[in-house]
């Protein structure tokens, strides 16, 4: 079965400095991966998506992933952090049946 | 285009006691899904709905958790009778199921605590 691993609960950085997500998966096959965010009282956003071709993804809010088959990673960036992006963080896999399995999360907090 | 909708958004009862959450998809959605976030956690699926047919419930406390999507648009799930380990926040989600690899869309939530 596909599980997929967060290693970072929480993570805080500064406002303007660089950030990496990390999100590490468990599939036989290609799978489809997907990162979403959640603010506090709200649904899940989607942020991108990765299912085939170009292994860097541009996603919505300046937010990009890379899709890294070797080491099964799928990890979240961005250049320079907002305030607003203080929220949390989930990685999804879909590997069949069009069902996702998310990693429990890495809450973000932004320092001012 | 208006997004999913869930109600209530927030519900406290007592263990034992029975409660129902409503939502509804985006038009046209084929696909449904009901998932548990428990604090802490990520998503957990329950089940999905195909139309108005459950594709997959495997992952769905039966004793005492249900779930129907009557006439394939909204969808209602039950939990009778509550126990305390069934506080957390419902989510509903839709798809279009239009493509091999779909986006599924969230909303907002329900927050149940049962004490």
């Known amino acids: 079965a596909q599980s997929v691993t967060q290693p970072d609960i929480h993570i805080t950085v500064s406002e303007g400095a660089s950030l990496e997500l990390r999100c590490n998966y468990s599939y036989g096959a290609t799978p489809y991966l997907f990162w979403y965010v959640q603010s506090p009282g709200q649904g899940l956003q989607l942020l991108l998506k990765?299912?085939?071709?170009?292994?860097l993804v541009q996603g919505i809010k300046g937010f990009e992933a890379e899709f890294k088959r070797s080491q099964s990673s799928f990890n979240l960036r961005k250049p320079s952090v907002h305030w607003s992006d203080a929220a949390e963080y989930f990685c999804?896999?879909?590997?069949?049946?069009?069902?996702?399995?998310f990693g429990k999360g890495t809450k973000l907090s932004v320092i001012p | 285009e208006a997004g999913v909708a869930q109600s209530p958004r927030y519900k406290i009862i007592e263990k034992r006691q029975s409660v129902a959450f409503w939502c509804n998809p985006i038009s046209g959605h084929a696909t449904l899904y009901w998932y548990q976030q428990i604090l802490g956690q990520g998503p957990k699926l329950l089940i999905q709905?195909?139309?108005?047919?459950?594709?997959?419930d495997s992952q769905l406390p039966k004793d005492r958790f249900s779930a129907e999507r009557l006439k394939g648009v909204d969808s209602t799930l039950k939990i009778q009778p509550a126990k305390l380990e069934d506080s957390a926040v419902y989510l509903c989600a839709s798809s279009p199921r239009t493509e091999a690899q779909e986006t599924q869309y969230f909303g907002p939530g329900t927050r149940l605590l049962v004490l």
């Open positions: 999804a896999v879909e590997a069949g049946s069009y069902q996702l399995t």
């Open positions: 709905f195909q139309n108005n047919g459950v594709v997959d």
């Open positions: 990765y299912f085939s071709g170009d292994t």
